[in-house]
Each structure stands twice: as C-alpha cells, then as structure tokens.
C-alpha cells in the first residue's frame, strides 16, 4: 500500500494559509463547521446561480460563451422546486426583452416564501410570468399536468426568431407530467411505481418515463424547434448528467420501444400494462427523436448546469480558507449505503489524526471501501495523499469536504434522514478519539435545510457523542434500529448538535465535512 501511495509524492501538495486573525482561533469548530456549511448553501442560491451564469450587453446576453440576440423575443418556462427564484431573477434581468412565461412550481411555495421572507425570490405583481403550482408531496398531479400542457403550448407557438429560456431544477420531473396519450397520468404513474417496486434502477425508470412522455427525453426542445433553446440548470443529481435532471425535457435522447419492453419483461410487468401503454410502445418508433437531434446538432439547444454540488463545495472550500483551515476535496458523487459511508469518514478521520504513520491497514481498507462508496480510488489516495503531508509537514487545521447522497435501509418508524442517520453513526466511528478543539468535527447536511420529514438539514458530531448520549440516558443503537436519528439530536444536550438552517431554497444534495484539527508528531 506504501507502493500505491509513492505513486502520487512525487510532486508535494502545497497551500499556503496566511495567519489566522485572533477572533478566528477563539471560534468554536462547531461553529465553523456551521459558517462553511452555510457558504455552501449560499452559493447555489436560485437567484445568485442565475445571475453568475446571464451577462447581458445591451441587446444581446452571453450564457456560457454563447451570444443571443435579445429583439423582444424572450419565452420563459420553467419546472422545478427552486424555479420560482430562478425566473425571479431572470426577469430582473432580461424582463425587457421578456414576452411571456410560465413555471410549474411546488404547491404552496409562493405562501412559504412569503412566510420566511423570501421576497427576493417571488416574481413582481406586473411580471410577465405565470405561475401555476402543482404536485403536492413531490408527486405528479393534475395541477402540475395542466400546467406542463401551457409550457408545451407556448413551446409550440415559437418561431426561428425567438429565444426560449427553460429553467431547470430539483422535483423538475414531478412538475412536468406529460403522459402520451392516450395514456392517463394515473396509469403512468402506476407503471413507474410497479417497476421502482420491483428494483428497477433509476436508468431503467427514465428509460421507461421518456417513451411514456411528450415533453421528456429532449422533446420540449422539439415542440420548441425552430427556436433557439437555452437551459439553466440547478443540478441536484450525482455526476450532473443531463440527461437525468428532470429527465432531459431538453436533452435528445432516442427511446426505442424494443428497448422500454426489455425493461418491462425483465422485470415481469408486460401482461400486466394498461392497453393505452401497449398501444403507445407498439406505435412506430417517432420521427420526432430525428428532428429533435437535427435541432441540437445545428446549435439550437443549449444546456448548461449553473448549480451543482461541485459549485457549493468550491464555495465551502473559499470559506474553510478564511475560517482558517485548508480546504481539501474528496469527491462530490459520495454515495452508497450510509453505514459504509460512516465507516468511511471513520477510517479518513483516524488516518489524518495518527500522530504517528497510519497503520498500513487503513489505507487498504480505504481503497477497498471505495467503490462501494462513490469514491474513486484516485482521489482516496489523493486525498490520503495530501492528509499525510499535511501531519507530517505541520500545515495545520484541514477541512475535507465531499458531497452525494447516501442511502439508508429502513428497519423503523422513527424521525430522521439520511445526514442525521450519518452523523449519528460517524460519531460511533470516531468513539475514543479526541474532543475538539484537539479532534476531529465531523458535519453532514442537506443543502435543500430538509433532512426527511424534520425542520432540520443534519447534525454535527464528534469523538464524545456517545459517551455524551451514555450521560443523558440516550440508547444511540435503538435510536438507529428505529431509524430516529430525529428523535435522538432534538434530545441529546438540547439539541445544540442539530443543524437548522432553515428553508433554503436551493437543493444540490449533501454537504459532508471533516474537520481536522493540527496534529503534533511523535517523533523518535
């Protein structure tokens, strides 16, 4: 494993981090870790991804190197949880040249907006802008099929002079529902549910969606050919393929029905399809895939992701600097079962912390555990890499930061989420370690400040938390059984380890961090 490691020193890492201002030492690493989570967040906001990504001069806009002549030719639409602010800022922008536009948001955002004081990110009462609100509890609904059928309208209705800008975020699929007819939105709801039931992966289920839908799979670009298309996105997708944000309404992609019926016969469900989705598969494959590609080919779709997990981890980077740790980034696609990614961030933790050379052990642990996790064996030595000249070159504190999306299996009926659950069993792998300020922090967050069915994003943990729980009573393995990681930080100390941020607007999955303090050497 030595022989692994050598491969990467050829070229020693180095940051150079200025002095630390005094204030900065006398701060918790709690509540740093909590200032560059928010960093994070604050960089994908809808309204700041929208106006880093539009550069407007005069008549014209510049969006990711490409110019687009602005003469009042402007359509908007939008679908997706973050949408609103994002056509909220792009009016403010390009509202000149605005004609008209509609964006299909969640049920009873609009009030929930208003309630935080979210003002910024409502459209003005004048706006040229129609908001329709569908699909309650993130599920497709009739409100959200009306409005996907305005959007198809209004695609439709373009010419080769105009520009239509679509806006692209989380929960975009669900506000986006479009069955072919003539199949009801229940009967295609119905066959996705039976194949997720059945284990399909998430690429059979956008295979079978597209060849179910009018508008996914690249053909709201269609309905809008010949005009010009541009997409913003906010990715909340490992690996931002675009193809899978909201399932591509403007990304070409061929659907052959052999195809769709080798999903649905693997998985058993042929004999039982509703006639009207037999019939849509049993068509001839459409001519329309031809034109839709014909229009991406000759430079009239443009997508480009503005927001995305990557995004929020730079910016939390920026942050850890001038909080006075070295920023370190392990990977932004962590994601597997959330008892391996625990142990994961256990084993990273002890291996920076070694105040002498890690066992060779861990390192080989590390690399084994890596694919299981989303983490590639390159950036596991990198990052083992950088951590162990960090201890023996004395560079001080260091904050590691990754992001994904972690699963957990259900074995309860408890309250929590994915990054509680996480945090509660990192603090189990670091049982032993040292308290802060002189051990390891550890945080893990969802960026949308929603962690499952609680009004908290994540927790914070460190080596004392179990001891802690001892103390107050608290059975961490029954709280996990139960899955009610929830339950468990709302009682332990207060719930001063619960991190509530707030609606946040924004969603580009999680934000794990790893706070690592400097490490003195034993030498001799």
Known sequence: MARVLSLFRH????????????????????????????????AVQPDTVVRQSIERKQDSVIINGHTF???????????????LGMAAEAERI????????????????????????????LLKENSRIRVMEGAKH?????????????????ASELTEEDLLLVLISGGGSALLPAPIPPISLQEKQDVTRKLAGAGATIQELNTVRRALSLLKGGRLAHYAHPAQVVSLILSDVIGDPLDFIASGPTVPSEVWPEEVLSVLEHYKLLNSLPASVKEVLERPSPSRSHKTNESSRSGRVLNTVIGSNSIALKSAGRRA?????????LAPGVCGDVRAVSKLYGLLARFACSREEPPPEIAA??????????????????????????????????????????????????????????ALRVGLELRGMQLPPTGPVFLSGGTDGQDGPTDAAGAITDGGLYEEAQAQALDVNNFLTNNDSYTFFSRLSAGQRLLVPGLTCTNVMDVHMLLIPPIPINIG
């Open 11 to 42: 070229q020693p890492f180095r940051v150079h981090v200025g002095r630390r201002k005094p204030a900065l030492c006398k701060m918790s690493m709690d509540s740093r870790a909590r200032m560059v989570f928010a960093a994070a967040v604050e």
């Open 69 to 83: 002549t602005l003469k009042h030719n402007l359509h908007l639409v939008g679908f997706g949880k973050a949408v």
């Open 94 to 121: 390009l509202g000149d040249h605005l004609v008209k536009g509609v964006v299909s948001v969640p049920h009873g955002i609009q009030q929930t907006l208003q309630q935080n004081g979210k003002d910024h990110l």
């Open 138 to 154: 993130n599920l497709p609904d009739t409100d959200a099929q009306k409005a996907a059928e305005v959007i198809k309208q209004l």
């Open 321 to 329: 600097l001038e909080l006075g740790f070295r920023p370190l980034v």
């Open 365 to 422: 642990e590390l690399l084994k555990l890596g694919p299981e996790v989303g983490v590639e064996s390159w950036d596991l030595c990198r990052t083992m890499q950088v951590l162990g000249e960090g201890r023996t070159e004395g560079w001080g504190s260091t904050c590691l930061l990754a992001g994904g999306e972690p699963t957990v299996e259900l074995t309860g009926k408890g309250r929590g989420g994915r990054n509680q659950e996480l």
